[in-house]
């Protein structure tokens, strides 16, 4: 796991803990340990690597590095298509083509790293968005930190160390609201009443009440209206889902 940043779960960020998730997912796939891999996953793996490698870096204008690339591509197919026709002649040295593939993924990890550490900050803010999206994976993912905090959260005290404590209620920045606005489309997210005219002003929630052992984090957050928020106060209560009726009827089965 990469190191928190010492604010995460005090304040509400922009790269908040749902972009730190996208960042491990990231690492998880593309940073793979290669000791771990069995040879015919390496083989797969390797390849593939290479091909989103060139997928993600084919808008750029470095033509000598997408060629450097291509060429690396072309020379893990050579060592491949080697090493099954040795297999097929009962000679096969899997030490050996292993270390050939290890090598071929070092040196692009090395020549690429500049530009992978740009598809990792976009992969985790798309996977960020996708995940804020849909409100019952927020919730899941908010109770998950509530247990895994049970004690405090980790923040930095006025000495500049890390401590455990519960969070307190902070300042909203301005684009919070628009953000939760945009992703409960401007409906209470409990009772489904429209934030119109005459509807008064949404209050934005938390899903784990902060006295309970929730966070400031945007993952922890929810539009409601005035009477739902003065309903819930400090309770735990089931969010409901954001996702269209429309697209709910799609994800039913449909029956015989």
């Known amino acids: 796991m990469?190191?928190?940043?010492?604010?995460?779960?005090v304040k509400t960020i922009q790269n908040g803990y749902l972009y730190y998730l996208g960042t491990i997912f990231f690492d998880h796939l593309f940073n793979i340990i290669d000791d771990v891999l069995f040879y015919d996953v390496k083989e797969a793996y390797t390849e593939s690597y290479m091909i989103f490698l060139l997928l993600s870096l084919s808008g750029l204008e470095?033509?000598?590095?997408?060629?450097?690339?291509?060429?690396?591509?072309?020379?893990?197919?050579?060592?491949?298509?080697?090493?099954?026709?040795?297999?097929?002649n009962g000679v096969f040295h899997k030490q050996g083509i292993d270390m050939?593939?290890?090598?071929?993924?070092?040196?692009?990890?090395?020549?690429?790293?500049?530009?992978?550490?740009?598809?990792?900050?976009?992969?985790?803010?798309?996977?960020?968005?996708?995940?804020?999206?849909?409100?019952?994976?927020?919730?899941?993912?908010?109770?998950?930190?509530?247990?895994?905090?049970?004690e405090g959260y980790p923040v930095l005290d006025k000495n500049y160390q890390?401590?455990?404590?519960?969070?307190?209620?902070?300042?909203?920045?301005t684009w919070v609201k628009s953000t939760l606005r945009t992703r409960d489309r401007d409906h209470?997210?409990?009772?489904?009443?429209?934030?119109?005219?005459?509807?008064?002003?949404?209050?934005?929630?938390?899903?784990?009440?902060?006295?309970?052992?929730?966070?400031?984090?945007?993952?922890?957050?929810?539009l409601l209206c005035s009477r739902c928020n003065r309903n819930k106060h400090d309770?735990?209560?089931?969010?409901?889902?954001?996702?269209p009726e429309y697209f709910e009827r799609f994800r039913k089965p449909h029956s015989n």
């Open 235 to 243: 309770n735990f209560q089931l969010v409901n889902s954001s996702i």
């Open 162 to 173: 890390i401590s455990f404590a519960h969070i307190e209620r902070s300042r909203w920045p």
């Open 62 to 88: 470095e033509s000598k590095a997408l060629f450097n690339l291509l060429m690396a591509l072309d020379e893990v197919d050579t060592i491949l298509c080697e090493a099954h026709e040795k297999h097929q």
């Open 2 to 9: 990469g190191k928190l940043p010492n604010d995460l779960f």
């Open 100 to 150: 050939l593939l290890r090598d071929a993924l070092v040196k692009a990890r090395e020549f690429y790293e500049s530009d992978i550490k740009n598809i990792r900050d976009i992969y985790a803010k798309n996977y960020a968005e996708r995940t804020l999206h849909d409100r019952q994976i927020c919730e899941y993912i908010a109770y998950s930190l509530h247990s895994s905090y049970e």
């Open 188 to 222: 209470c997210a409990n009772c489904g009443l429209s934030f119109g005219e005459f509807h008064g002003k949404p209050h934005i929630d938390h899903i784990v009440p902060l006295n309970k052992g929730g966070c400031n984090d945007l993952v922890n957050l929810q």
